[in-house]
């Protein structure tokens, strides 16, 4: 399985934009690179999934370069309800076998 | 779309009894369910794998006996927490696999269980 390495955690201010770079070196081929947030006492929450290049939705972009050995979430304009933590996750072959969570980052929103 | 329930949110029980936690998938069918616990400031731990109609598979030091899954529908996962003790009292979250359209998985909004 592959290993995700993250900052434990970061600070911020509102209005910035805020990148959280991911490492996970032994990514396989058919993996997919997915990017969750927790608040406190809530289950994680959804926010982007990737496998190459880039990805935007409403909310965040993820960046994945061409040797996918690593990934970087993008939050543009951060708020302070964006204080949480933010998980990197690969899902092996893209299908629904387990995930496997590291220590995440946790963001500090200040105002 | 794509919702599991989680129930009850939170639960304070007394040493020795057991409690037990329900994850409903509401709009699809989850044939797989993970079990997750999470003590304060901790990542998320995977306790267990359910399959609907068959065994779960549990994670290694997690005790089968202690903790019992069953998922005997499509719809329905529970974890019985049996003769709780303080040390089992965490944050204990269920996920299920929503598919390959992008959304991955869902997670319950987590159980908060306090053993006094």
């Known amino acids: 399985l592959a290993k995700t390495t993250q900052p434990i955690s970061m600070d911020s201010y509102e209005g910035q934009e805020v990148n959280i770079t991911c490492s996970h070196n032994n990514i396989a081929t058919n993996d997919y690179i997915t990017w969750y947030q927790q608040f406190p006492s809530q289950g994680p929450r959804f926010i982007i999934q990737?496998?190459?290049t880039k990805v935007t939705n409403e909310v965040a972009s993820l960046f994945i370069p061409a040797d996918r050995k690593s990934s970087t979430l993008s939050l543009p304009r951060v708020s302070l309800s964006d204080t949480a933590v933010y998980y990197c996750l690969v899902v092996v072959n893209n299908a629904g076998n387990m995930l496997t969570f590291g220590g995440g980052t946790r963001l500090m929103v200040k105002p | 779309g794509a919702v599991v329930s989680q129930h009850p949110s939170r639960v304070i029980c007394k040493s020795g009894t057991s409690v037990k936690i329900e994850c409903r998938s509401l709009?699809?069918?989850?044939?797989?369910m993970f079990w997750y616990r999470q003590f304060p400031k901790q990542s998320l731990m995977l306790m267990a794998t359910s399959n609907e109609g068959s065994k779960a598979t549990y994670e290694q030091g997690v005790e089968k006996d202690k903790f019992l899954i069953n998922h005997a529908s499509l719809t329905l996962s529970t974890l019985t927490v049996t003769s709780a003790h303080p040390e089992d009292s965490s944050f204990y979250i269920c996920s299920a696999w929503v598919g390959r359209g992008g959304r991955g998985y869902t997670f319950g909004s987590g159980t908060r269980l306090t053993v006094v």
């Open positions: 709009d699809f069918q989850a044939t797989t």
């Open positions: 990737g496998y190459k």
